[in-house]
């Protein structure tokens, strides 16, 4: 490819929107362009970058295994709504001519399993695991960091149908295993972590995360013991003991329009930490007081799970005036009527805190569990923070994570509600077991220019860099320095490397900049050294360059970059 004839479009100055580095570096190096907030235009780099990312995924879906099809991107709403789907808040709607409803395609759970029941009866045709790259559409209230939460994104989604559990096994393990190789062929480094399903459902599933400090992901590691797992899913470990009650009677106090935890604690003069909120939820038709330390919050998965189901809500605020007889931001364990109270194990070692009063603008102090109200059960249901135990008895230490890919075990949550089931050989139908894989390509793109790149740009590995190599005639005036690149350029395509030859009209510091900035894992220059038969050349990773003839360069370079290819095969 020759520079003059290409878009190449480098930016001086990062965008004003940009909250990463990597997003920033993207925009200034020409591989993505801003149309609207969260959706992007991927430039001639970007595409090449985003190809080559979707070409390692489909090599080793299907050495795993995996079939490609494609779906469409309209979903009738009918299909959402056999699963109950059909009020996703981040839907897309549309109407046809005929008023009939759509959404655009943001997961394909439905799309899918209407196939397989419709082609799949028997045992006999199972296992199968279908994938497709498509573009999904999710109307995110917060789009940010450029590629990493983005409205439209382009997404590898697969999914499996198996007859017995074991079998949801040896796929599942395929795939994790084949993400695991996916990624480290785009040269990322990833913390596999236990995560929560979310609006996907299901039970086991996993979480690819990219460490990094821009992450928007909480994720607690025990390093002693090698384990992971996404905040919102991280258990806590370690024993409690119940406290004595505190020697000073529980007092009620006025607390003038106190609501949130910083303005109780501020009007009392305690900490934080010695307030216990009651935040009440709705699990099916229970009536649940969660109780959490000031300081802490409520993880809502965790509580459905202690309460074997599937989700939980909180109750509004006319829900909590029934409830407590209070306004928002008064409830509290004692006296009230018609809960269970499940308190955080946290909570069992306290004897002395505040609580709301169930009367507005008042607090009760001194409260203790055991004497001025009965606790049904202490349970892990906060979310962990730094610190905690794990429950392997290390300590959890919390980084930041950008999640590209996550993977999930669905059981039958969809093919029992859909109808998906096969003959087991004796004339009984059974729902198919179903699995799920989910991986961000632009999230990966973007990924690893977050974790790889140095003041001057992107550091891309030769696996998915836009051009392995860029030939650049330093002086556009010099015949002899345009022959030489033109002769490199030229033997290297035809070793079938990857290149692209920068003959633009530009100063030679504007080139050198613009491939630095670009991130082409290998620069030759041809300079003024071509007067003496040499050229230079120069890793990105590398501090210095060195000088080979020119007769020597095409078969050298060619080498080099077939054997830089070995570490991401």
């Given at each position: 490819m020759r520079a003059r004839n290409y878009l190449l479009p480098t930016l001086r100055d990062a965008p004003a929107d940009a909250e990463l580095i990597s997003h920033a570096l993207l925009v200034r190096a020409g591989f993505i362009k801003r149309v609207s907030a969260g959706v992007y235009v991927y430039l001639p780099l970007g595409l090449r970058v985003l190809n080559k990312v979707a070409n390692i995924?489909?090599?080793?879906?299907?050495a795993a295994g995996g079939i490609e099809l494609l779906m469409?991107?309209?979903?009738?709403?009918?299909?959402?709504?056999?699963t109950g789907r059909d009020k996703v808040p981040?839907?897309?709607?549309t109407r046809d001519r005929t008023?009939?409803?759509?959404?655009?395609?943001?997961t394909h759970e439905e799309v899918i399993t209407d196939v397989i029941r419709t082609f799949v009866r028997s045992y006999r045709q199972m296992p199968l695991c279908l994938y497709q790259i498509q573009t999904k559409f999710r109307d995110e209230p917060r789009p940010r960091g450029g590629l990493i939460r983005a409205k439209e994104f382009s997404m590898f989604d697969a999914y499996s149908f198996d007859t017995n559990p074991q079998d949801v096994d040896i796929i599942y393990r395929k795939m994790r295993a084949a993400y695991e190789r996916m990624f480290a062929r785009m040269g990322l480094d990833v913390l596999?972590?236990?995560?929560?399903?979310?609006?996907?459902?299901g039970s086991d599933n996993h979480e690819f995360m990219v460490i990094a400090p821009a992450g928007e992901d909480s994720v607690l590691l025990d390093e002693t013991a090698g384990v992971a797992a996404n905040a919102e899913r991280c258990d806590i470990g370690g024993e409690y003991a119940l406290a004595d009650p505190s020697s000073a009677a529980v007092e009620i106090v006025d607390t003038p329009g106190a609501r949130t935890v910083a303005e109780v604690t501020t009007m009392l003069g305690v900490e934080p930490k010695m307030l216990v909120k009651t935040l009440l939820v709705k699990a099916g038709d229970r009536k649940i007081a969660a109780l959490?330390?000031?300081?802490r919050e409520l993880n809502p998965f965790k509580l459905a799970r202690r309460l074997g189901v599937d989700k939980i809500s909180m109750m509004d605020a006319q829900e909590v005036h029934t409830t407590t007889g209070a306004d928002v931001g008064f409830a509290g364990p004692i006296d009230l009527g018609n809960c269970e109270i499940i308190a955080d194990k946290e909570i069992a070692e306290m004897n002395d805190f505040v609580v709301g009063a169930n009367q507005n603008d008042k607090h009760y102090i001194h409260a203790s569990h055991g004497r001025d109200f009965q606790v049904s059960s202490f349970q892990d249901i906060r979310i962990a923070v730094d610190g905690d135990v794990s429950l392997t008895g290390g300590t959890l230490r919390e980084v930041r994570g950008i999640e590209v890919g996550h993977i999930f075990k669905l059981g039958t949550k969809y093919s029992a509600a859909m109808g998906a089931s096969f003959d087991d050989g004796s004339g009984h139908l059974e729902p198919i077991i179903m699995g799920c894989y989910g991986l961000g390509l632009g999230r990966s793109m973007q990924s690893v220019a977050e974790v790889s790149h140095d003041d001057n740009g992107i550091i891309w590995p030769i696996s998915i860099s836009p051009f392995e190599a860029v030939v650049i005639p330093a002086n556009a005036s010099e015949q002899a320095q345009i022959d030489a690149a033109e002769k490199i350029y030229v033997e290297l395509l035809a070793a079938g490397i990857d290149v692209l030859l920068d003959d633009r009209p530009d100063r030679?510091?504007?080139k050198f900049k613009d491939a630095d900035l670009m991130g082409f894992p290998l620069r030759i220059v041809c300079g003024r050294g071509v007067a003496d038969g040499t050229v230079e050349i120069k890793w990105r990773s590398e501090a210095q360059s060195r000088n080979i003839r020119i007769d020597a360069a095409p078969r050298h370079v060619a080498s080099e970059i077939q054997e830089a290819r070995k570490k991401f095969a």
């Open positions: 995924i489909r090599e080793e879906a299907n469409p991107t309209l979903i009738p709403f009918a299909l959402l709504a056999e981040v839907l897309y709607k008023d009939r409803e759509f959404a655009l395609g943001f596999v972590c236990e995560a929560e399903s979310g609006d996907i459902g959490i330390r000031g300081d030679p510091g504007a």
